[in-house]
């Protein structure tokens, strides 16, 4: 086989209880190289449209990419998809760590979860080995024990597990999962579709080696020395793996655009204790990595003050401090990392619980939920003691929590009375903190994102805004252009078109969004090479855009399949009005302007511009055009 | 003066610190001390003097002022 380490599928059946594997043809491979592409492929075929998120007849599909555990830096990442319970659209996240890359080594590209147990099972894949065993002891506990127990049952401490916790045995319809405790697939609520499945883990171990199944190993085995090497020398490399994202707090609050109170605000009075230099006093104790990646950009940490913070499961991301922190008006780090501890306890998406507290918290202000509807939960902006109890009630679904449990969108239509205007969120899935109100590509990439918004949709308009910066240097060779970061029009739409292809591409590869251009930590060449050396195909960058491309056809033909269309394909009302606070106060995006630049996205995409339906001719060009047949265009 | 470099800024300047405090004795042009401090222009996308985004070409800064530089960021 001349790529990946093996092109081999794992069926799983769980309502039969049996287990099966197929092999991936070299010819398909090509078409459909891994992660998004794969999974994408497998449930637009083989998904009925409408079948509900959380029935057995949703397939839970968890696919690696052709490059996820190759020995190079960033290079890690895996994807699970499903038919979402959240939005109802095609759900997906990828996390890195290390589960991905054992999978890879077990032999496997991709598993298929189909049916429902009838009672809790895990899944145990020792190289060809597989079988479903009982996790009836299992269930209810939390990740740490359920690692611990399954690695001693089967006698091996290297034994990867990528499990849920109660959030995804509850069915929160923003569960995650989680691999060794703290790397997670965080969005869409993958997390909920493996509970409906009755399946608490996937335990991997895998003795086989990337190399061995590369077409040229040497190329591999360079660029991975090089990136090793690299590391201290790149600017935004070393950034990452001394101050990690939570640096992005102080850039974001000194732009005015650090999403606060619900989007009301973009800055927060409260930021100096949120920033990178309080991390570190706080609650930095080391720094991690996922698989073979010199980058290390994750955070350890652990608290005994005012709050007490187990070490176990690894520290907030920027993501996570913004959500917990300013975005529900709380200015204690401690608190947020309590935040960030539950949630990785319970399996919870961070960035949709918080989003979805602070949607909870401007219900209450405006009187459209009480103290009633809360069991006296004083749910005010600032409050972190609220804040972490509303954590604990989502993750059992207990009181408000079994609400706020559904997310904020369906949480808006029980409350009525114009609580729509507070959810945050596209086809269900809560904002990120990013405001596009200061990058609008991040807008355009909410709006259009098949999964709902999402910040690594595409690339964030700052890293290619300077022609004379690195990260447009690094990007230049896919044909951007230098535009400022507010800028909309078709220029800009280009730019995100482009710039979305190759987002989609490492999503379907398995890179890490902290690697490729513009991040340039690893260049546009390089990614090229490895590409190459692993499979032997004669593939340019041409090629690799047109992989990311074809991906997100066959997800925009699942959700078309499934009743979306244009107009799930919008922002929240509120940023269309103006910043409240800080040095952007009064700005907001314009919406003639707005949908104009969409109107040239679904042009330059080949996309009907009411239906968002691909035309035939684009599927053609793409090599897919048995999702014309699918679709009848 | 109070400065802050953001995320990969630190990583221009020996021993890489996140804030120098200088003293001016004198307002000058924010991009002198950028060009002092070997800053690479290309990198600041964000440029603010006390809370106030200002444009790095043109500002000028005095003792006591607190500015803070980052520069592009996007991704988290
Ligand atoms: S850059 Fe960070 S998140 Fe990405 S693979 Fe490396 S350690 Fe993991």
Redesign the interface.
Not at chain 2, 40 to 43: C, F, H, L, N, Q
Not at chain 2, 70 to 76: A, C, V
């Given at each position: 086989m001349a790529y990946g380490i093996n092109g081999r599928i794992l069926r799983v059946d769980l309502t039969q209880a049996s287990v099966n594997t197929e092999f991936f043809d070299d010819n398909l491979y090509r078409l459909y190289p891994g992660g998004k592409a794969l999974a994408g492929y497998l449930l637009l075929r083989e998904l009925p449209p409408g079948t509900d998120a959380l029935a057995p007849e949703n397939l839970l599909v968890i696919a690696n990419g052709l490059l996820t555990g190759a020995p190079i830096s960033a290079s890690t990442r895996f994807t699970v998809a499903a038919r979402s319970p959240l939005t109802g659209a095609y759900g997906e996240s990828e996390a890195g760590g290390f589960w991905g890359p054992e999978l890879k080594m077990a032999g496997y590209e991709a598993i298929v979860v189909s049916g429902r147990a009838k009672q809790p099972v895990y899944i145990s894949i020792n190289d060809d080995k597989v079988e479903l065993r009982d996790a009836r002891e299992l269930w209810g506990r939390e990740p740490e024990e359920v690692q611990a127990a399954i690695r001693h049952e089967l006698g091996d401490k290297r034994i990867r597990v990528l499990q849920i916790g109660i959030g995804g045995e509850n069915l929160v319809r923003y569960a995650a999962l989680t691999n060794e405790l703290r790397h997670f697939n965080g969005r869409t609520g993958m997390g909920a579709v493996m509970g409906s499945k009755n399946l608490k883990a996937i335990a991997v171990r895998g003795t086989g080696r990337y190399l061995d199944s590369a077409h040229d190993a040497k190329p591999i085995v360079d660029l991975g020395r090089a990136l090793g090497k690299r590391v201290k020398e790149h600017?935004?490399a070393?950034?990452l793996q001394?101050?990690g994202?939570p640096?992005?707090v102080?850039?974001?609050n000194?732009?005015?655009i650090l999403p606060t109170r619900n989007f009301r605000q973009g800055?927060f009075e409260g930021a100096d204790n949120l920033k990178?230099?309080a991390y570190e006093k706080e609650l930095l104790t080391a720094r991690g990595t996922c698989y073979a990646c010199a980058v290390r950009c994750k955070r350890e940490v652990k608290v005994d003050d005012r709050y007490q913070v187990s070490d176990a499961y690894g520290g907030p991301?920027?993501?996570t401090v913004e959500g917990f922190g300013g975005y529900c008006g709380v200015g204690d780090l401690q608190a947020v990392a309590k935040a960030n501890e539950l949630c990785n306890r319970y399996t919870l998406d961070t960035i949709s619980t918080s989003v979805t507290i602070a949607f909870a918290m401007e219900c209450f202000e405006h009187g459209l939920i009480g103290l009633k509807e809360t069991d006296g939960l004083d749910l005010r902006f600032g409050n972190a003691a609220a804040m972490l109890q509303a954590v604990d009630l989502i993750a059992r679904r207990e009181g408000i929590g079994n609400l706020l449990a559904e997310g904020s969108k369906r949480a808006a239509e029980v409350i009525g009375g114009g609580a729509h205007l507070f959810a945050m969120q596209v086809k269900g899935q809560e904002l990120p903190?990013?405001d596009p109100r200061g990058?609008v590509s991040?807008g355009l990439g909410y709006a259009i994102g098949e999964h709902g918004a999402d910040?690594?949709y595409s690339?964030?308009?700052?890293?290619v805004?300077?022609?004379?910066?690195?990260?447009f240097k690094g990007a230049s060779p896919l044909g951007v252009e230098a535009l400022p970061a507010q800028q909309l029009g078709s220029a800009k739409a280009r730019n995100y078109a482009i710039l979305e292809n190759w987002c989609s591409f490492g999503q379907v590869v398995g890179l890490c969004?902290?690697g490729p251009a513009p991040?340039s930590f690893t260049q546009i060449e390089e990614v090229l090479t490895a590409v190459r050396a692993a499979t032997g195909w004669a593939m340019t960058l041409a090629d690799l855009l047109q992989i990311g491309e074809r991906a997100t056809n066959l997800t925009r033909a699942f959700n078309v399949r499934n009743g979306f269309s244009r107009k799930e394909d919008t922002l929240p009302e509120r940023l269309f009005q103006p910043l409240e606070n800080?040095?952007?106060a009064g700005t907001l995006i314009s919406k003639p302007e707005f949908e104009r630049t969409m109107d040239e996205l679904y042009r330059l995409k080949g996309w009907d511009s009411k239906t968002t339906v691909p035309t035939r001719d684009r599927l053609r060009d793409l090599d897919i055009e048995w999702v014309a047949d699918l679709l009848g265009v | 003066m109070d400065l802050?470099l953001?995320?990969?800024l630190?990583?221009?300047v020996p021993q890489?610190p996140?804030?120098l405090v200088i003293h001016l004795d004198r307002p000058i042009a924010l991009m002198e001390l950028v060009e002092r401090l070997k800053l690479?222009?290309?990198?600041i996308?964000?440029a603010?003097v006390n809370?106030?985004?200002v444009s790095l070409r043109d500002a000028l800064v005095s003792d006591g002022d607190r500015v803070?530089l980052?520069?592009?960021?996007?991704?988290?």
């Open positions: 600017p935004q070393w950034d001394v101050k994202t640096a992005l102080g850039a974001f000194a732009a005015g800055v990178w230099e991301e920027y993501e903190m990013h990058k991040v910040h690594l690339i964030h308009d700052t890293l805004a300077n022609p004379d910066s690195i990260g969004y902290f991040r800080g040095p952007m | 802050h953001g995320s990969y630190s990583w221009y890489k996140s804030r690479p222009p290309a990198e996308a964000i603010a809370g106030k985004l803070e980052h520069p592009p960021n996007g991704g988290g």
